[in-house]
């Protein structure tokens, strides 16, 4: 690093914040959805990144499939931490300073802050800023061990300010929801070794991870004839029509879920049912009937494949509790 980049980590941090330990804020560069669109629109395979689903919209559709009884990862999960905590906080150990990938839901933080024993610090880093500090800020009223908060780009390794939570603390950290499985297994080992980094020596992480399974059961939850997750999926045109001003019929798309194998995944689209064009900023963008912009993947773990992954990082797995049917798995990591 060199000496520049170092004072600009120091601008950075705040300690306190208000009400929290420290915000530490590494500006992530704004993504640019227009810019990322045109991209997207001229290239082959038209691709766009998932993170332009979740505006407010997207993110009360991901609410909702979250309760959707097809939908399991997230139930499943809960039933995991629920039916183990014991175990869990027995092999996590005890004041535990939690890093978390993703600021989660306050109900999600609580689970598992409840089932730790004494943790001694809960820092959530995510690259939106507003709904970061707004989450922190009312979880950090109602606990009374510091929070603190990162807004970042959470593939990056960051340099926490250990100062702020004490010297000394044990990370753990924690990547639930199976949102690993949204980047590709390369990206997964490189965010997974970056955050052994992050975390350093002595750390544990605790993961979540959807299992590889039979087709049905990913179709049914990944494309449910409530037609959830096909409006969260078509909300990214929904977007470029009513944010950019984007010339489109969205008539003329539907939501396409395709599983796909070795490794295996869902790949999820937007296919033309017909000849249509989007125009964007005068640019015009033609659509053949069937064309496609994928806007999202995830993939599917077995244990043995997380740890043949696992093995080109710091980390080895100590621990995994899954579902009586297997289809979903919690993982505790470890590395010296
Ligand atoms: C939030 C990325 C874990 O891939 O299961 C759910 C997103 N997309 N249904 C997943 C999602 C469609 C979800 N992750």
């Known amino acids: ?50 993170m332009y689903l979740y505006d407010e919209r997207g993110s009360q559709l991901f609410g909702e499939i979250t309760r959707l009884p097809s939908y399991y990862p997230t139930q499943t999960e809960r039933g995991i931490l629920d039916a183990n905590a014991r175990d869990i906080a027995e092999a996590v150990g005890p004041r535990r300073a939690v890093f978390e990938y993703g600021a989660g839901s306050p109900e999600k933080i609580d689970r598992l802050m409840s089932l730790l024993k ?62 690993i499985g949204n980047v590709t297994r390369d990206a997964a080992a490189d965010l997974l070794s ?11 992480f605790l993961i979540g991870l959807d299992l590889e399974k039979d087709a049905e059961t990913l179709l049914r939850a990944y494309d449910e004839p409530e037609g959830v997750t096909a409006e969260f999926i078509l909300n990214v045109l929904r977007r470029l029509r009513d944010e950019l001003r984007a010339d489109l019929d969205l008539s003329a798309f539907r939501y396409l879920a395709e599983i796909e194998d070795t490794p295996q995944r869902v790949e999820m689209s937007v296919a033309a049912t017909r000849r249509t064009e989007i ?58």
């Open 194 to 204: 970056n955050a052994a980094r992050t975390l350093g020596p002595g750390a544990a």
């Open 1 to 50: 690093m060199t000496s520049n980049a170092q004072a600009s980590v120091k601008d950075a941090l705040t300690a306190p914040y208000g009400d929290l330990a420290f915000l530490l804020d590494l500006d992530p560069p704004m993504s640019d959805f227009r810019r990322d669109a045109h991209a997207a629109l001229a290239a082959r395979p038209r691709r766009i990144s998932p």
């Open 279 to 336: 125009s964007l900023d005068g640019e015009r963008y033609a659509f053949a009937e069937g064309d496609r912009l994928h806007v999202s993947r995830s993939h599917k773990y077995s244990l043995q494949r997380f740890d043949a992954l696992l093995a080109r990082t710091p980390w080895r797995r100590a621990a995994a509790w899954t579902d009586a049917d297997s289809r979903y798995a919690v993982c505790l990591l470890k590395h010296d």
């Open 118 to 179: 004494a943790p001694s610090a809960y820092v959530a880093m995510d690259i939106s800023r507003d709904y970061l500090l707004a989450g922190m800020r009312d979880y950090a009223a109602r606990v009374d061990f510091p929070v603190g908060a990162v807004c970042a780009d959470f593939t990056q390794p960051v340099d926490l300010p250990k100062d702020a939570i004490g010297p000394d603390a044990d990370w753990l950290g924690f990547f639930p929801g199976s949102t």
